[in-house]
């Protein structure tokens, strides 16, 4: 594989990585979201194969992070309720990454980033109208007991058809956040809650994909160098996170993470 190493980087191109690096760990404590622009500035640095197993490493770390810092909030029966589906689709993205060439995954990666920001988009007009529709009792009672329909047959195809589309996402690109973050939203999860179970959801998830990026070529130990490199800027960014999460403009961020990650799709898409 194509793999470009620690000492093939120019410094720009560095630069942007560790970039990257800084906002995966404010993305697992803060924002998630911002986690697409990382996508962005690996793929576009890095071969698009070799950046997904890149950044792969740098996620879990950003994971163990978040789960130190929120590990009390997390919702354990939402997480149990999506891990078979989405089981399910890492299997299909690895099916398709065995077979597909770079030029494959590049483009797969963009097209998957201008549909997490059109989801984005649409996520955040749902939210609002509900914010203007539900009543607070009914959103406490979301953070406490999950998502709405947890036993009607609604609920269980919503949870299914997010965790394949999550575990494919996830596996092929590392863009499972945008989906998973859907998800959550619109079950009524508020903020502690929203980031306790996605912290645990993905440090599972993207564990469980290691044999899958190892046996596919795509970790090595030249990526392993430069995650070694790199992991030194997720700390800051994760610290970084915990202090700003209830300080950040919220609608403005994820104003440039849309604005970025179309940006980001479309250079992936035409290049």
Known sequence: MDMMTLWHLTGWEFA???????????????????????????????PARASTGVLLPLLIAGDVLAVLTYRRHAHWPTLWRLFPAVAAGVVVGTVFLTWADDEAVGTSIGAILLLMAAVTVWRRRAANRAARTASGAERERGERNGPDGVASRAGRIRARSYGVLGGFTTMVANAGG??????????????????????????????????????????????????????????????????????????????????????GGLQLLLR
């Not at 190892?214 to 610290?239: K, R, T």
């Open 178 to 263: 945008p989906v998973m973050s859907l998800y959550l939203l619109s079950a009524g999860f508020r903020k502690l809650g929203f980031l306790g179970t996605s912290a645990f959801f993905f440090l599972i998830v993207n564990t469980s994909k290691v044999p899958f990026s190892v046996g596919l070529g795509l970790i090595n130990a030249e990526s392993l160098l430069l995650d070694a490199a790199l992991v030194l800027f997720v700390v800051p960014g994760a610290l970084l996170g915990t202090w700003a999460v209830g300080r950040i403009n919220q609608r403005l961020f994820e104003h440039l993470v849309i604005a970025a990650t179309v940006v």
């Open 16 to 46: 942007a990585l560790a970039f990257a690096a800084l906002l995966v760990g404010f993305s697992k404590t803060a924002v998630s979201g911002a986690n697409t622009v990382s996508l962005a500035l690996f793929a576009a640095v890095l």
